[in-house]
RNA sequence: GCGGACGUGGCGAAAUCGGUAGACGCAACAGACUUAAAAUCUGUCAUCCUUUGGAUAUGCGGGUUCAAGUCCCGCCGUCCGCACCA
């Protein structure tokens, strides 16, 4: 008798001998094989594993297995990154602890995650909201502190004026809180800092040193860093003695210029307004709408005349006004420019504005006048026109030639100038790591002394009122100072969460009680071989891991700059939309914002060659576009219900064949359907090596007790039909001599799909293992057939798991799969001895020839003369010219 | 507004170096088996035409080349990030 594949059965008890077995424990620092610590982006636990999920971790479990197949000693370890926001919010809206819901949210996560059969050291797990985690961050943050890496400063937050609280810009929307939907603003806050500029140059250069990293990643990182060179100038103010400082990377259109505009904060402007009314209006005018640098720079241009004028350092008699304008940020720079409007948008958008001049001083062709016209600014390359002595230089020349004037004639000097700002790190929230730092009105500022980390949140605070609990909190707050024993008070704001993912993977790696991490240990695992996660993290969590990191060799705790030797980011797991337009009962006719939709979760839904009909009132819904899954457009399917019906397996193989992982993955219904026909088909294979004569069949998707899903609602029905017997393999006994094409086809998948894994080409190692059994089912019974089946479940391992060790013990093997090596293939039979080749009339083809590999140019040129279909093609006319591109093509120019 | 990517049959894709476009899969269709259904197996499957052949096809428009999905220029569309979402 047959037996089945149950992955019902099979999930469970295979994961239960790992866990025994302890099989994925990651060995000791001192062990010899070559390291591999393979890492995935760790989840926040907002409740529920999404798919986005369970394909970043199914990729780097595919990796994990093949690298401990191919003898290395793997760390592969899962953690939460469990301070946040959405734990404040659910304990306003729940009134529950935000700790309670983080950790019940973390035990249901892990289940699930279980349940994908992940070969992860879950010894090593970590949660940053326990104070066995943030205590040691706390340590590393005073490190920082002692190295001076932290300073404070005042920093602009979003505001509700209405709720009296800070607001992050994610609760910002169309410019008004999102709880009290009063109109947003920007309030000066004193902030704790971390000098990421420090290292500017540092990080830019590094990222020269990641040869595995997207090129994508790396330019996004650069830009973002944003070195630029250029001329840091002071235009003197007429009647004074005082100038204002600007910063340029366009000195070369220094006589385009047309005035001078200085940020809302700048000193200049705060002191004018002092006296002035209407400028004091104007600042607060600027102060209106959230921090986002989206906001900012697309709200309408502003200016206010400040009725200063500027000496043109070229040209003391030129004298150029001076505005307060709410596009200049005193955070590049020196808060203030100098506008050339003809060669930059914003300057230009500015001029037509308020009607100040606009001079040519760049042409790429002959209109050289120096009237500039239109409403698009010229920023390309040319040849500088109406400056004078520059005249005739291109851009880089003048640019050259002006900075060294300047430096000459002392009124300037060249100067390197980044984007990077340095990283705000205070949140005025409770759930995050607490700021190890006591004010105290005589002694100042001061580290809190170490012997008294961790500094522990309070767990009896309240969140029935907007702003910070701590700050509120009754006792907390309140210490002695630990310089003079007076009364003072601790930093009530917490650390960016930020901060907590800038050195999990170097937690994971070593987990002392009594420091953050034993340098040894960490020398043996970091960096990561190979880290995975989503692009979103491309600038931020990704570009302060690897500033914390650099920060820890400053301070001298490590011995590495970079803590990501490799990085994967993946595409997110998308579904089609299910939606009705919502009847509205306001008189309100074509407003576009006030249309609004009803979704339905592709569960309500059942899929027809039409469309989509509701299944509670079987009436047609509106299929929408493939978008991101996401809870508040339904467009969400649970892990868990795919698990009970399909198993783990077809789930992960679905995750890892249907795209390729870079891009985003459309989640169906039937392609879950055919991962699970194509898991069987390999299962029976295996069987009928097993038992060639026996009945075969199929165990319907189901519960684990039998009963069948009904994909679409979900129900479970009466338990399935007894499995029908159909296929029945021959014999293999009857086994014979060999097969040399299948011979073949296995050396080219073991050699294939090795190299795929190896390369994160995922959906094409699923190809290969289509094609190879497609090979097998063909082929006539022989000993290489049985070779083949054998070896089937070695090239399937890191990606099916339990059907591979379920396959393994099926076949009489001793031991667990898991534990053994990647076969290896006979490089000869990767060679190929026939090769057909393409021929081509004036490039189009006509023909094909099958050859021997390596036929000479000549015989392939005769060949290709030679065919009936050729000649046919060439219609009697005489060759010019014969490519021949030998293995390859032939290509006859007429 | 700024920065970054992506776009190939009905659908997901493949084509590693500029050299036969569509491997592999999903869906669909036809057939076999079956009392029936499911499962399984076999076959068809880019579009069009005057069909043992031919033409057109890789978002759109140009260009380079014997040869372009791949290189160059210009558009269009979609997505991601923008510093307090994680």
Redesign the pocket.
Known sequence: MASRFNPFKADGHWQSIWEKQEVFKAPPATDPRPKSYILEMFP?PSGRIHMGHVRNYTMGDVIARYKAMTGHAVLHPMGW?SF???AENAAMEKKVHPGNWTRQNIEAMKKQLKRLGLAIDWSRELSTCEPDYYGHEQALFLDFYKAGLVYRKESE??WDPVDMT?????QVIDGRGWRSGALVERKK?N?WFLKITDFAEELLEGLDGLEHWP??VK??QE??IGKSKGLKLTFNLVGTHDGIDVFTTRPDTLFGASFIAIAADHPLAQSLAENAPRLQDFIADCKKGG????EI??AEKMGFNTNLTVEHPLDPSWHLPVYVANFVLMDYGSGAVFGCPAHD??DLDFARKYDLPVTRVVADGDETDSDFDGDVAFTGPGQIVNSHWMNGMTVDEAKADVIAKSEAEGWGEGQTQY???D??V???RYWGTPIPIIHCEFCGVLPVPRSQLPIVLPEDVSFDVPGNPLDRHPTWKYVKCPNCQEPARRETDTL???ADSSWYFIRFASQPADKPFDADEVKAWLPVAQYIGG???????LLYARFWTRALQRVGKIDFAEPFGALFTQGMVTHELYYREKHLTTESTVDEALVSYDYFSPEEIVRT?EGATLVADNQQVVVGRT??MSKSKKNVVDPDPMFDQYGADAVRWFMLG???PE????W?E??I??TW??V??IWRLVDGLNSPRASLG?V?AGTADGGAVDAVSGLTTAAP?PP?S??VPLPEQAQGGLDKALDKSLHRAIA?IGADIYALHF??A??KV??LV?DI??AKPSASRTAAIRTLPLLVAPMLPHLAEEAWAALGNEGLIAGQPWPSHDPALLVDDEV?I?V?V?????D?LTVAKGTPKDSLETLALASE?VQ??MDNAVPK?V?V?PD??V?I?L
Do not use: C
Request: proline fraction near 3%; aromatic fraction near 4%.
């Open positions: 926040y990154d946040g926001m959405p937050v979003n800070v607001l992050a810009n994610e806050l902030q090129e994508k330019l996004m830009n973002w921090t986002t640098a989206a720079e697309t948008q914003r984007r990077l700002r990283w705000g205070s949140r005025q960016d969460t930020f692009i979103e993290h491309a600038i931020l969590h060659s978008v991101k249907d795209s390729p891009r985003d993955l459309e169906s039937s392609g359907e055919g026909r194509f069987n088909r199929e319907a039909p029908a159909q296929a294939g959906n094409k699923v190809a289509h094609g497609n089912e063909k057909t393409a081509q004036m490039g189009k083809l006509r094909t279909k046919r093609a010219k490519i591109v390859r093509l290509n120019v």
